[in-house]
């Protein structure tokens, strides 16, 4: 029995002893396996890493490039349609309001000639304010002979002009959305379109009557009796306008038609209206007392409409309210419900004035970021203000005719950047009776 448990227990050392060194010979012959694969692993991670880097390279190469492309051509965009200072933008003015009052003399004072067109505003003729646009703005071609789809402008009761009828001297289409183009020419750019596009609400009556220069006399009657007339010169820009209200009292918008002295710049008052931040923290006063301000000291005269529209330093004579709760997609003009619902105040504010003042004007403004060509932006930016305009009309009754549009494009960032910005992509409002009369 001894003999037996001492064989036994030096079988159990022996396999115990034998055991670790098998183990160990085993895991000396698996090592070189071991260390193939993990360094097939190394060379494959390696080999990823060298291609993203790689990729990363031409990504970033690219983007370089791209970035190189657009800023140059950025740089031959504001060659091409670069920002006019002041006194440049008011010696503009004054070219063109030498070509309004000869243009519009005949409408002016004409009652019944020329030729006369009749049509009936349907619902589908105007916008509503959450549309976006059914044309897209588009570059057009720089050989326009007036044929193309891209060579032509719809005015309401002029039908769809061919562009060749609207340019001047040495201009050329640089974008054309159907409803608007925006020309550049010897005194920078310019936006043509139906100015009384606001005007057009369902059910109404539209008369034009069109005279020998291609001026127009428009007027608009709606359902409960009141008239809209309105001069246009043959561009399309709005000249005159008056309105006859239901008990036919007559009060007069505004006049081009009239003659007014050139804008020295420098002689005006420095005092500038500065901006009014309107969003929810804005008190009913705050907004009563904004519409109303204006500089008045040292300013003993009038300007025109054109003058207002088109010269900063002129406008800035009265203050900004910058809407700052209505905000743009990129590309977009449209206006939400949601958004619309914002502007309660600054709607109310607006119809109580022109209750107690029929004749009171309101210019809207339409701002963009600089992303695209400057004459993608200012089509783009007169589209803005004119889907605020709508909004403040459908949803807060301020009368259409008492809101001029304009859009200013990239020229006003509110954030000084080339790079997509919303906060540059905005309204404003200012009250410009005041610079009228």
Known sequence: MNQILKSTTALVMLISFALPQMALAQAGEADPQAERAEQQVRQQQQKAAEQAAAKAERKAERKAERKEERKAERAADRQDAPKLTSQQQADRAARLAADSAAAAA??????GQGEVTLQKIEKGDR???????ETAVNPAPR????????????????????VSQLLKNNERVVTNSGDRMVVQGDNGLRILKDDDALLYRPGGEVRTSTFADRSTRTNVTYTDGSQVVTIRAADG???????????????????????????????????????????????????RLALRGTQTDGLNRRFSLAQIRNIDAVRRLVPEISVENVRFESGSSAVRADQARELAALGRAMRRAIEASPGEVFLIEGHTDAVGTAGYNLALSDRRAETVALALSEYFGVPPENMVVQGYGESDLKVPTDAAEPANRRVAVRRITPLLN
Do not use: W
């Open 237 to 287: 820009r709005v000249l005159r306008r008056t309105r006859i209200l239901p008990d036919g009292r007559q009060v007069l918008l505004f006049d081009d038609t009239r003659a007014v002295e050139p804008v020295e710049v420098s002689r005006l008052p420095s005092y500038r209206g500065g901006s009014i931040r309107y969003d929810d923290s804005l008190s009913q006063d705050e907004l």
């Open 143 to 162: 050989d326009n002979d007036g044929m193309s789809d891209l060579g032509k402008v719809a005015l309401f009761g002029l039908g769809v002009l061919a």
């Open 127 to 133: 916008r509503r304010s959450d549309q976006e646009f």
């Open 106 to 111: 005949e409408a002016a004072d004409s009652a």
